[in-house]
């Protein structure tokens, strides 16, 4: 199963942006596991990322940061599922 983690922080308009174009690409993705990590919550992530949130994952490799492109998040979202 393919997995998407969305990485950012509370009151980061990139991160809501993020958000916004995660949440409608998943509608048409149901299978897709998706997990929201704070950089607040976990030091690790914030001595990883800190500079470029937010920060899209698929399978726990980097996709994206700073902005999220619904076509090339559907088209890796397309790859990842023909090779799983």
């Known amino acids: 199963m393919t997995r998407l983690t ?5 009151d980061c308009h990139l991160c809501s942006d993020a ?5 409608e690409v998943l509608a048409d993705y149901p299978e897709v596991a ?3 990590r704070s950089i607040l919550d976990e030091p690790q992530l914030m001595d990883a990322y800190v500079e470029e949130i937010p920060v899209v994952l698929i ?4 996709h994206t940061i700073w ?3 619904a076509v090339r998040l559907r ?9 799983s």
């Open 59 to 62: 399978d726990d490799r980097v």
């Open 19 to 23: 958000r916004r174009i995660v949440d």
């Open 34 to 36: 998706f997990d929201e």
């Open 6 to 10: 969305l990485i950012g922080k509370p």
């Open 75 to 83: 088209t890796a979202l397309d790859a990842a599922a023909a090779t």
């Open 67 to 69: 902005r999220v492109d």
